[in-house]
């Protein structure tokens, strides 16, 4: 990706964020000034507010899914690339080997 598709990828991410979509479970690729984006949101409203925010994308394939509710006293909830929770992680990585 040349300097040019990177502040093309950064703009359309900051354009999720700034309408409230979580860009990490989108993958935005930029190729030749043509953006490709892929993911899924958890609502069709934030589907509809991520279509209109990238609008003149290339492709937009944005599926709807849902999230699974939080499993932590903060709200954080599991990872959707783990599927543990960060504290979980973190005491994971700091356990003994037993044997």
Do not use: C, F, W, Y
């Not at 354009?15 to 690729?29: C, I, K, S, Y």
């Not at 990238?54 to 394939?61: S, V, W």
Request: glycine share 8%.
């Amino acid at each position: 990706m040349n300097e040019r598709d990177e502040m093309v990828r950064g703009k359309l991410i900051d354009r999720l964020t700034a309408v409230g979509v979580d860009p990490r479970m989108v993958n935005v690729e930029v190729n030749s000034g043509e953006a490709t984006i892929r993911g899924s949101v958890p609502s069709a409203e934030q589907r509809a507010r991520a279509l209109e925010a990238l609008a003149g994308a290339h492709a937009i394939e944005l599926e709807v899914r849902d999230v699974p509710p939080s499993d932590s006293a903060d709200g954080r909830g599991r990872s959707p690339l783990t599927g543990t929770s960060e504290e979980s992680a973190h005491q994971s990585r700091h356990q003994a080997d037993p044997t």
